[in-house]
């Protein structure tokens, strides 16, 4: 089945650093990339859209600056942490739509970042 | 605008005991729903999904779920639990006009927990 796979699974870093965190869709093309944030034991909240060649389109209160986010081909999106603080560590998990019709979103598996 | 409401942050039931974790929805479209499991530090995996075709929807692990169109729910069951199935489940809604392609909107999540 589809897999996306979503690169590093855990991070620490320093306040004031920037962290890239990767999500490719391994055996399938994805025109469509979506980035989430989960607090512990809560749900995610969806912070943008990614769509391979174009801007990225992000919810109301995501600052873009801050996470940037970049699609520059259909089995690869990054999203960046720049300038992190402590109350940016967050579980980040990206999803990936295949381009046919009707296809589910698939999941990585999400990475842990730790600002200290 | 679209929303989900999963009633029980927490349910707890016995190895062999029927499963049930409730959704409601609300949406001004026809929506598709879909039911994913998560385990710690993991990903999303899907259950299983409605997309306006049968009402009964059959999923992994035994799962199911009916759409119950007049009681705007999605209900989330198994016939026996197993101990494998204590995890995070979320429901979520997405549009029909953004397809199975577009963004997803998570419910507040429900804990099982399975005891032996």
């Known amino acids: 089945g589809a897999v996306v796979s979503q690169h590093p699974s855990w991070v620490i870093c320093k306040s004031g650093t920037s962290v890239k965190i990767e999500c490719r869709s391994l055996?399938?093309?994805?025109?469509?990339m979506f980035w989430y944030r989960q607090f512990p034991k809560q749900s995610l909240m969806l912070m943008a859209t990614?769509?391979?060649?174009?801007?990225?389109?992000?919810e109301q209160g995501v600052e873009k600056d801050k996470f940037l986010i970049n699609h520059a081909s259909l089995t690869l999106s990054t999203l960046t942490v720049t300038s992190a603080h402590p109350e940016d560590s967050s579980f980040y998990i990206c999803?990936?739509?295949?381009?046919?019709?009707?296809?589910?979103?698939?999941f990585g598996n999400g990475t842990r970042l730790t600002v200290t | 605008a679209q929303s989900v409401t999963q009633l029980g942050s927490h349910v707890s039931v016995s190895e062999g005991a029927l499963v049930l974790l409730r959704c409601n929805y609300s949406?001004?479209?026809?929506?598709?729903l879909f039911w994913y499991v998560q385990y710690p530090n993991q990903g999303l995996q899907l259950l299983l999904k409605?997309?306006?075709?049968?009402?009964l929807v059959k999923g992994i692990n035994g799962f199911e779920a009916e759409f119950k169109k007049s009681e705007t729910s999605f209900h989330l069951t198994k016939p026996s639990a197993h101990m494998s199935d204590a995890a995070e489940y979320f429901c979520?809604?997405?549009?029909?006009?953004?397809?199975?392609?577009?963004?997803?909107?998570f419910g507040q999540g429900t804990t099982l927990q399975v005891k032996p």
């Open positions: 999803s990936a739509a295949l381009r046919q019709a009707n296809s589910p979103l698939h």
């Open positions: 055996d399938f093309q994805a025109t469509t």
């Open positions: 990614s769509n391979e060649g174009s801007k990225a389109t992000y």
């Open positions: 949406s001004s479209v026809p929506p598709y």
């Open positions: 409605y997309t306006s075709a049968a009402t």
């Open positions: 979520a809604v997405s549009d029909q006009g953004s397809g199975n392609t577009g963004k997803l909107i």
